[in-house]
């Protein structure tokens, strides 16, 4: 590990060196059409954990893509900050190799040049209070005393959180001046309800909610904002949609991937905390509440909160009856994972949802690694038709009709209705209707982390999650995990890689009457 100091050689030739790229290099000068002119302000975006893998994989491709569209809101540069010494030639150098590969034939050598002009690095700790003050001073010195709204987009491992967060307090780097200040806060925000509690206490401390953005990249997906517009744009699936109509929903996030690299992280969080806390339940809010008078964050997320308030806490003997857990085969001899290790790495959940709208209608919640096939997907299962008629519907009982919003990997939706069959007298058939947003519009889907992106500079936390909502997430999981980790109940059982977990996931749904829908993706 380097070390560092406020003053440090190091720090004084970067600072010469922006002063040079600043002066020959114009800022990302562009339009967005969204923002009125006189929001169009200069924008800093300092990534903590610029030498990591998410701002390699993600956050940096993403940042050229809207540069690339012309889609950034006024002139932005990018500063990057961790321990590793880079020139800001060699981190540029560093990104443009991972940016070509991740965002492929988008990659323009001339409009990349163009972008990296605005890219900057420091090194520093982020533990060390005294190398945020001098990043301030390298801030203060690219913005030349404009106006500018900082972005801190902590993506670090989550132990550095809090002391990133005191350290900018302490710097002074919090206060609005010459401009907003807004921190974004990557997942997980905490390991349960206490410690997300803690860490939202440390951050208001420093940063009123209003600055705060927790994200979760699955909301910035398009068919996760499209779930609101399906909803709340027609009228034709609010009148269905609720406990008169609705037989289950089912929310799978199944992922074909093993722990890879992340062995060490997994092990300690499982499942749960990993996919459930946040992605799954995300979806089953948007999936489940009520329209917001406006579509405004804080009217979402007074929706959002009010369905974690109405999922009924499991005690423990509803624990061992309502989940199913799993972990796959060789997962014991992933690098980093205990060689005894007893963590979930596939889960069934099924919660009750104790509102008008949802009384009776189970929610059951899946995921796991190394699954059948790499899907997310909600399906709205509805119920039968009160009287059957046809000979064929009585024979496929258990085929009524479905709705099925697929998120990822292509996004849409697909509707499962019966037909007749043609030339076969009154026999019926499922059937369905599909629509897949990469067929009706041109231009391919953004990455989820554009349009958060964009969304933070622009000050929009509708698709970001809020302080109670994030504690009132974990507190439905944390009882479940609390059980898992005490005992042996439910069993925590083994399943073959490539399969959809445990084969007891299957009889468990078979012994509720209802079956999962096993489909690798349907669009
Ligand atoms: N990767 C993904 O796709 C992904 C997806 C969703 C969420 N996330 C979340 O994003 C965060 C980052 O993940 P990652 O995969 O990018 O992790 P990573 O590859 O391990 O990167 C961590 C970064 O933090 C820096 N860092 C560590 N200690 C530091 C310190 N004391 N001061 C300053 N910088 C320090 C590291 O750089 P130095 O060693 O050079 O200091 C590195 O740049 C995690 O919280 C993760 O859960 C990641």
Excluded at 415 to 431: G, I, N, S, W, Y
């Amino acid at each position: 590990m380097s070390e560092f100091t406020s003053e440090s050689k190091a720090q004084t030739e970067s600072r010469k060196d922006a002063a040079m790229w600043t002066s020959t290099f114009p800022l990302l000068a562009l339009e967005y059409p969204r923002v009125p002119a006189e929001e169009r302000m200069t924008h800093t975006i300092v990534i903590f954990g610029a030498s990591g893998d998410l701002t390699s994989r993600k956050l940096v491709p993403a940042l050229y893509e809207l540069y690339r569209k012309k889609r950034l809101a006024g002139p932005a540069r990018i500063v990057g900050f961790s321990r590793t010494p880079f020139s800001h030639d060699a981190w540029r150098a560093k990104l443009a190799d991972s940016t070509a590969r991740f965002v492929g034939n988008h990659f323009d050598q001339a409009t990349w040049n163009a972008f990296a002009g605005s890219l900057f690095y420091q090194a520093g700790d982020i533990e060390r209070g005294e190398t945020l003050a001098g990043l301030d001073a390298f801030l203060d010195e690219l913005e030349r005393g404009e106006a500018a709204t900082r972005v801190y987009y902590l993506a670090t491992a989550p132990e550095f959180y809090e002391p990133a967060v005191v350290n900018l307090g302490q710097a002074g780097m919090a206060q609005p001046s010459r401009g907003p200040r807004r921190i974004v806060v990557e997942k997980p925000f905490g390991s349960d309800r206490a410690s997300a509690r803690e860490l939202n206490r440390v951050v208001h401390q420093v940063f009123s909610e209003q600055q705060v953005y927790r994200i979760d990249h699955y909301l910035g997906k398009e068919t996760v904002q499209n779930l609101l517009v399906l909803r709340f744009a027609n009228a034709i699936f609010e009148p269905i949609w609720n406990r008169n109509y609705v037989d289950w929903v089912e929310i799978t996030a199944a992922e074909s991937l093993a722990v890879g690299h992340r062995g060490g992280y997994y092990d300690k969080a499982g499942v749960l905390r990993d996919m459930f806390q946040n992605h799954l339940l995300q979806q089953l809010a948007l999936t489940a509440m009520e329209a917001p008078a406006r579509f405004a964050a804080d009217f979402i997320r007074d929706e959002k909160v009010k369905v974690f308030r109405a999922i009924r806490p499991m005690r423990p003997k509803e624990v061992t009856a309502d989940t199913v857990r799993g972990q796959y085969r060789g997962y014991r001899n992933e690098p980093g994972v205990a060689a005894a290790s007893r963590t979930a790495t596939f889960a069934a959940v099924k919660l009750r949802v104790d509102n008008w709208r949802w009384q009776g209608v189970p929610f059951f919640l899946r995921s796991g690694k190394v699954m059948s096939c790499a899907t997310t997907q909600i399906v709205i299962q509805f119920r039968q038709p009160p009287h059957m008629l046809f000979e064929g519907e009585r024979k496929g009982a258990g085929e009524a009709n479905r709705l099925v919003i697929q998120i990822q990997p292509a996004e849409g939706i697909q509707l499962h209705f019966q037909t007749k069959v043609p030339d076969a007298e009154m026999q019926t058939r499922l059937t369905d209707l599909s629509f897949r947003f990469q067929d009706k519009f041109a231009g391919g889907m953004p990455d989820a982390y554009q349009r958060l992106l964009l969304d933070v500079m622009h000050g929009d936390a509708s698709l970001f999650a809020r302080a109670d909502e994030v504690e009132l997430a974990w507190g439905i999981v944390d009882p479940i995990q609390a059980v898992w980790d005490a005992g042996d109940a439910p069993r925590l059982l083994a399943y073959e890689p490539a399969a959809w977990g445990p084969e007891e996931a299957t009889h468990w749904m078979h012994d509720q009457g209802r079956q999962w829908f096993d489909i690798c993706p349907v669009l």
